[in-house]
């Protein structure tokens, strides 16, 4: 009875050492990348021609600049303690992701259509083909060039990864899915009907993978950049395969980015109730109902996480994802805590207290004006 006891304690072992390792390569090694990138390109969004694109640019980047840095946290799960190359694309992607959705807000004659063309960038700045004319519906459009920097600054470095020519393919297909970003910002009677009509796209094209899923729970999935920081971070692995690639694609879609966006709309239902924002966990009939399949799509992410190589260091990348969402103010609410309980439960893992207590406290610090630093555990922004 004690072999199977320490047997079955032997993962949750392993994810408390790859928290330690993974923490520390974040702070002393990739950090300091992170923060030069994320510098380089504020100087860049400086020069933006456009007053307007260059003040939301900038503004960006300010309100956003953790979330990219927070994205840079996947390259402590790779093989290699230091690869300027893979930092340098994971940031230009998720500083991509973050501007786009800055644009996509703002009003437009079809948002639809002119979201869609933004967001075909992060495609682009993923794959080999020619470029899309993103601004091709956008209002205005002089940005001195800044987005093409950032999607050749993604193209240049990402293929510079040794493995990435097996991860391209997987990595364009998750990147083609953010697209359903710039329906998310579309009035509230466009953008539901949308949405529907996306998800039986999305479920005719990977039936395999997303299961049981609701149209909204794959809109969810849709709208985060996970599953691409994952494979651009495993594509630095010279041992990663096509089929490595596959593996981890079908981890990150749909359930460990739909938690990941389900949980900001915990967080955030009460105020997207209020301002008529897209909230996805609000289309759950009920509480309990709500409460059950969260529970049900952390197991599945979590399960999905261990399943994979150095499977301990996505376990960690969730657990701190969740802690993240769960340690906001707005998931303290009546309605939010019995979702946040499930999911902190159902996720299972030693890392998830420890993170909690870091969480929690760095909260209370920054609630006193002690701590204006966002933590290592900032999860990429989920574009609702």
């Known amino acids: 009875m004690r072999s199977v006891a ?23 090694v990739v950090f300091p990348m992170a923060r030069t990138q994320l510098r380089a390109w504020q100087r860049r969004a400086s020069g933006i021609p456009d007053p307007i694109l260059r003040a939301q640019a900038l503004a960006t980047l300010k309100s956003e600049r953790l979330s990219a840095a927070g ?37 437009n004659d079809d948002p639809i259509r002119n979201g869609a063309h933004l967001h075909r960038a992060l495609a682009d ?7 899309t004319d993103h601004y091709a519906w956008h209002e205005v459009h002089d940005d001195g060039g800044y987005l093409a920097a950032l999607v050749a600054a993604c193209r240049e470095s990402c293929a510079r990864l040794p493995a990435y020519e097996p991860v391209r393919r997987a990595a364009t297909r998750e990147a083609s899915r953010n697209e359903v970003q ?18 039986v796209t999305a479920h005719a094209s990977d039936e395999a993978g997303t299961g049981d899923a609701d149209w909204w729970e ?23 395969t096509a089929a490595t690639a596959e593996q981890v694609r079908r981890a990150y879609f749909p359930w460990i980015e739909a938690l990941s966006t389900l949980l900001d709309s915990v967080a955030d239902r009460e105020r997207d109730l209020r301002t008529g924002e897209l909230n996805f966990v609000s289309h759950y009939p009920t509480q309990a109902a709500a409460v059950e399949r969260l529970r049900e799509v952390t197991v599945r992410a979590i399960s999905g996480a261990r399943g994979l190589p150095r ?19 707005g998931a303290s609410l009546p309605w939010a805590q019995p979702a946040t309980r499930a999911v902190v439960r159902a996720a299972d893992t030693l890392a998830m207290p420890l993170l909690l207590v870091v ?23 989920s574009g609702s």
Request: glycine fraction near 6%; include cysteine; charge should be positive.
């Open 6 to 28: 320490c047997a079955s304690h032997g993962p949750r072992a392993r994810e408390i050492a790859a928290l330690a390792l993974v923490m520390a390569r974040f702070w002393v």
């Open 71 to 107: 994205a840079a946290l996947f390259a402590a799960t790779a093989p290699r303690r230091r690869d300027p190359e893979l930092v340098r694309a994971l940031i230009a992607y998720q500083v991509i992701c973050d501007y786009l959705d800055t644009l996509a807000e703002q009003p």
């Open 125 to 131: 700045a993923v794959s080999d083909g020619p470029l």
């Open 182 to 199: 710039g329906i998310n910002h579309a009035p509230a009677g466009v953008r539901e009907p949308a949405l529907r009509t996306w998800a």
């Open 218 to 240: 794959l809109a969810a999935a849709g709208s985060s950049s996970l599953a691409v920081l994952a494979l651009i971070a495993a594509a630095a692995d010279p041992a990663t």
């Open 311 to 329: 499977g301990e260091r996505h376990v960690v990348l969730v657990a701190g994802m969740i802690a993240m969402h769960v340690s906001e103010a």
């Open 359 to 381: 969480l929690r406290a760095w909260r209370r610090a920054r609630s006193r004006g002690a701590m204006p630093v966002q933590p290592a555990w900032r999860p990429a922004r």
